[in-house]
């Protein structure tokens, strides 16, 4: 997905990132049929399935909303998430041939399932896209109504969030890397690519840990409401999110009997 207009450089990141996702997650899967050429299209639902997904092989998509443009979809690009969801029809059309490849949504879906590297490579990918569309929103409003969404900036030393502050936004490390601390003792790293600030949004509570970036850190902000709505929609992202934040926990246990076990000596 390209966003149309002027790309600020993390956003350009972010967009080659997301790029690659969806053939690693269509690795080892068959496709349930042979590739679909076609000309020049005005509606692409009118020759394709909206049951299915299609990998976009070859061509270039635009995508419209209302008749006004909004993004481009590119090779490499996966088609059909949308469809199903109580969202604004999108509409695409291409001026030119199109390659595309189709594929099970359900077998899809369970390919996804049945690995939990691929459901956080799925993760990244829907909340990636919503964050390009949010910032892409805040840019085309008004300062005076625009929404704290998108992308930040953190210098090495910088609070990412800070324990015992509200929860009302999910974080991904787009570039950098960042250090927890729970009562300003380090529990765990923040790498590239992952979701942390979840925990409270699920619990309800205020922030458990402090956030700090260790180097020149961008960050993708996912807001509160627009991230448990996608959860609610979407069981296999938060089964997903789960088991990260369940790894990340047996982690942070480890770090701490570890401690335990020093201050015994």
Do not use: W
């Not at 020759?47 to 979809?73: C, E, T, V, W």
């Amino acid at each position: 997905m390209y966003l149309i207009g002027d790309q600020p450089p993390y956003a350009e990141k972010l967009i080659n990132t997301l790029q690659g996702i969806p053939q690693q997650l269509l690795e080892n899967l068959e496709p349930c049929g042979a590739p679909i050429e076609l000309g020049a299209v005005a509606d692409l639902y009118d020759h394709i399935s909206p049951a299915r997904l299609y990998l976009l092989q070859s061509g270039l998509l635009h995508a419209q909303i209302d008749g006004k443009p909004l993004f481009y979809i590119q090779e490499g690009d996966l088609i059909g998430l949308r469809q199903g969801l109580n969202a604004a029809p999108c509409t695409y059309l291409s001026e030119e041939p199109l390659v595309l490849v189709p594929y099970d949504r359900e077998a899809l879906f369970k390919h996804i399932h049945s690995d939990s590297r691929r459901q956080e490579q799925f993760t990244q990918y829907i909340l990636g896209q919503a964050a390009l569309m949010s910032d892409a929103l805040a840019h085309n409003k008004q300062p005076e109504v625009r929404p704290v969404t998108g992308f930040q900036h953190f210098a090495p030393g910088a609070e990412l969030i800070r324990q015992g502050d509200e929860a009302d936004h999910v974080f991904i490390i787009t570039e950098g890397h960042a250090e927890a601390f729970v009562e300003g003792i380090k529990v765990g790293d923040v790498q590239k690519d992952e979701i942390f600030g979840a925990m409270a949004l699920f619990t309800r509570e205020k922030r458990s840990a402090t956030v700090i970036a260790s180097v020149p850190t961008t960050v993708m902000m996912i807001p509160k409401e627009q991230f448990l709505a996608l959860m609610q929609s979407n069981p296999r992202i938060a089964h997903s999110l789960i088991e990260s934040m369940a790894r990340r926990i047996d982690l942070m246990n480890k770090e701490l009997t570890h401690y335990k076990q020093l201050g015994e000596k």
